[in-house]
């Protein structure tokens, strides 16, 4: 990570890793699209919340935009013990009478997916068995119950899996250095320390190698849910399809704001096949304005991360479901033969400074499509203009033309020829996004 931003290009990180892996059937070659159970419940979860969760996705439409995963995250077993026969994890039998395999078949009959929730400790974070030791046979049970997906976490290590410390810049670590050292932190790793090389990296490749075992049975996307420790975006997409860059998400502007600056310098390493993960969508949580719900959308769609709704859809006002059905975002989230995200051009309100509250408020991006994506952000907390000026930016700068086919993304209206440049008034945390479609 870095700590201050000057041009677009000092947001980005080069990479000089080994190539992501590719896995069968396309799986994990695009951002996963779906829905996971936490935000909405925590541990209060049973097939009967999971199905209405997965027929929502269906009556909604929203499975016809890609959104497919149902994911179960914490709290689906048996607390206290594994199977004394077969080792296994035992499905709570309250929650999930059939079994999860027999939950999975029915998310299947419904034409989508169905993910699942472990850690590479002893215990998940909400104490239930974990997977460490485990877990070539949790890999075999999940691919006999017809697991789709696996959100991996990361608690309960135990200590012969300790690591040098490493912080993610954050409150806690306002001042993280470029290779994860932080003022103050004991045990830090020595200078030019190989990551890939570390036990937090071998604990999770353990599991990438036994869901590997069972792929012939079974191709399961695999997400990390390390944290953004370790130095992962180095050692990531060698090991899954997806990789978490921070702490957890919540419900708060200042929460998102705050990922969305970290996820904003580690695009670099996004790509098909692996992707930086700033945590589950809080899209219709808490008490975010329409502007944030559509402005925290809008940055996870662009930075082509995994779009996991976290809420409950059967109370989910329209207003929120047409953000999360935004096509145009999503057709360049999932855009088929172009995998690298959008990027800040220019950085804003912060003037390239470190800022939790102000993230890159310019942003750019190509698509497949025929058409160029910039976004205009209002990190203030107050009305304010933006302009996209198109000699600024990266997709039209080289070009003869100076006046450009313009669409509104959000409403669809086409705001006809624009020359030079196109000015928004935003609301406070609002976002414009605009669809470039040609020269004029």
């Not at 990531?236 to 705050?258: K, L």
């Not at 809420?311 to 059905?325: M, N, Y």
Request: with cysteine; charged share 20%; aromatic share 10%.
């Amino acid at each position: 990570m870095i700590n201050s931003i000057s041009v677009a290009a000092a947001l980005l990180l080069s990479f000089q890793g080994a190539s992501a892996i590719e896995r069968p059937n396309n799986v994990g070659r695009l951002p996963a699209l779906g829905w996971n159970s936490w935000n909405a419940f925590g541990c209060d979860i049973d097939e009967t919340k999971i199905m209405t969760a997965a027929n929502e996705l269906v009556s909604s439409g929203l499975n016809k935009l890609g959104y497919e995963y149902v994911n179960l995250d914490d709290c689906w077993a048996v607390k206290d013990h594994r199977d004394a026969t077969t080792g296994r994890i035992i499905p709570d039998p309250d929650k999930f009478p059939d079994g999860i395999d027999g939950t999975a078949q029915k998310i299947h009959d419904l034409g989508l997916k169905i993910g699942i929730y472990s850690s590479a400790g002893t215990e998940t974070c909400a104490g239930y068995p974990a997977s460490i030791g485990n877990e070539a046979i949790d890999a075999q049970s999940f691919a006999e119950w017809g697991i789709d997906y696996l959100k991996y976490d990361n608690c309960y290590v135990p200590s012969k899996w300790s690591d040098y410390s490493f912080c993610v810049a954050d409150s806690d670590f306002p001042n993280v250095n470029p290779n994860g050292t932080c003022p103050g932190l004991d045990n830090q790793a020595p200078s030019g320390y190989d990551w890939s090389q570390s036990n937090t990296t071998k604990r999770y490749n353990v599991m990438r190698d036994a869901l590997a075992a069972v792929e012939d049975q079974r191709v399961i996307l695999y997400s990390l849910c390390e944290w953004g420790y370790a130095d992962v975006v180095s050692w990531g997409n060698q090991t899954a399809s997806s990789w978490r860059m921070s702490g957890d998400i919540n419900a708060t502007w200042e929460r998102i704001t705050a990922i969305a600056n970290l996820n904003a310098h580690e695009l670099e390493f996004v790509d098909f096949w692996g992707h930086s993960d700033p945590d589950m969508l809080e899209v219709g949580n808490g008490n975010l304005t329409i502007e944030e719900n559509r402005a925290h959308f809008a940055l996870w769609a662009i930075m082509k991360s995994p779009l996991i709704i976290g809420t409950a859809l059967d109370s989910l006002p329209e207003t929120h479901l047409d953000i999360l059905k935004n096509s145009d975002l999503i057709a360049f989230n999932q855009d088929p033969t172009y995998g690298k995200p959008a990027v800040p051009y220019k950085a804003g309100y912060s003037n390239g400074t470190y800022d939790p509250e102000h993230p890159p408020e310019f942003w750019s991006g190509s698509t497949s499509y025929g058409w160029d994506l910039v976004l205009l952000f209002n990190s203030e907390n107050a009305t304010a203009a933006r302009s996209a000026v198109w000699s600024e930016i990266p997709q039209l700068s080289g070009g003869n033309s100076s006046s450009y086919q313009v669409q509104n993304i959000w409403s669809g209206d086409d705001l006809g020829c624009v020359t030079n440049q196109y000015t928004a008034d935003l609301e406070a945390h609002d976002v414009a996004v605009l669809k470039i479609t040609g020269s004029c």
